[in-house]
């Protein structure tokens, strides 16, 4: 379950006669070794509670330049984890105040045993923490079975890096784009499920074939809100971007929507009610760029995210694309999200329209 660091007193209280079990780290990019480290956690009680390093922590610690996922896909990958049971996001991101997370959490929580890998950075600080709130540390040696060896994100990261250069070059680049304001004009400002709203330039279509034509995959990467409002269904929605799609030459190689929105409102139709949750879909969070990536076996770093929304650019930007905004006077709009988000946050580039996007494209290959 996914908590917040408020709720750690309370998860104490819930679980009186139960040994709680608290570890914290970065994750910075979820794999194998951490699954291992969470099974080994879990031996020694009931309950294990994970607190998940911040993006803005993790790269002062790690450098600006590390790969990794986003803080709120990292918090629910871990939390879907079986020998978890609880994750929250450590409230503290400053590196000089990060152990006061340590300390938040062993005074509130009260865990009978606190985990660290014997790897872990200050680890006499820890000590000494958990000896001022009478918690037991444990200090786990790196043993796992021989095929999850030397697993870490920067290992993982290096091999990466070593790829032969033809393995690299097979893969693909592509343009994302968003659809309303982008691809399809929206100067109504309303949500678009009829076909009648439907509006798409004919200089925009002659666009997207040049960019097809400098051999971008193009993939649309749009929330779709509607659906969580129950005005339209996915169904729906699917027969709309296949319009706009005939409308363009069925030049967008796949569309990808997100239907969710993260607040619970007693107005929503019964029918909705599903899609009103907290999701690593809905931009600003990477998550269709990162499904499409892996779909289409796509260089996120040789590619591009086209937005009118600063949400665009901020899912482009944590993928390693490049950005562009196009102008729009949807440009200073901001939605709803459950994932924190700098709204001073800039595009790498600035175009009037898709016609003007394709010249950064030549200026910046």
């Known amino acids: 379950m996914i908590i917040s660091a408020d709720d750690l007193q309370r998860i104490r209280e819930k679980h009186i006669g139960q040994k709680i079990v608290y570890c914290s780290g970065s994750f910075d990019l979820v794999h194998a070794g951490h699954i291992l480290f969470f099974e080994d956690c879990k031996k020694y009680g009931d309950i294990l509670v994970v607190s998940v390093g911040k993006d803005s922590s993790i790269r002062k610690n790690k450098g600006e330049g ?52 014997e790897d872990a950075f200050d680890t006499k600080t820890r000590i000494e923490l ?125 569309f990808y929507i997100c239907p969710h929105h993260p607040e619970m409102h007693p107005d929503v139709p019964e029918h909705a009610k599903k899609y009103r949750i907290v999701c690593n879909c809905r931009k600003p969070s990477p998550g269709m760029l990162i499904t499409a990536a892996k779909d289409f076996d796509i260089d996120l770093k040789k590619s591009w995210m086209i937005g009118d929304m600063i949400t665009d650019i901020i899912a482009g930007k944590s993928t390693g694309c490049k950005t562009i905004l196009i102008k729009s006077k949807s440009n200073s709009r901001l939605i709803k999200s459950a ?18 996007a394709i010249k950064l494209l030549d200026i910046s290959a």
Not at 67 to 92: C, G, H, M, Q
Request: with cysteine; net charge neutral.
């Open 339 to 356: 994932m924190p988000f700098d709204i001073n946050t800039k595009p790498d580039f600035y175009a009037d329209n898709l016609s003007d």
């Open 66 to 117: 590390r790969p990794i996922l986003n803080e709120r896909v990292r918090l629910k990958t871990i939390d879907s984890l079986k020998p978890v049971d609880y994750a929250f996001i450590n409230p503290v991101s400053v590196e000089g105040k990060q152990l006061n997370t340590l300390e938040l959490a062993l005074d509130n929580l009260k865990p009978d045993f606190y985990i660290i890998n």
């Open 130 to 254: 958990a000896k001022k709130f009478g918690v037991e540390l444990v200090i786990l040696n790196r043993n796992c079975p021989p095929e999850f060896e030397n697993i870490s994100a920067t290992k993982i990261i290096e091999k990466i890096k070593n790829l032969p250069d033809k393995i690299k070059s097979s893969m693909k680049k592509a343009i994302f784009l968003d659809r309303d304001g982008v691809i399809n004009d929206d100067e109504k400002d309303e949500f678009i499920y009829k076909k009648d709203d439907i509006f798409v330039r004919t200089s925009s279509k002659e666009s997207l074939r040049k960019m097809k034509d400098k051999g971008y995959l193009l993939i649309c990467i749009t929330n779709q809100p509607l659906i969580a409002r129950g005005l339209a269904s996915e169904k729906e929605v699917e027969e709309i971007n296949n319009l706009i799609n005939q409308k363009i030459g069925n030049l967008i190689d796949r």
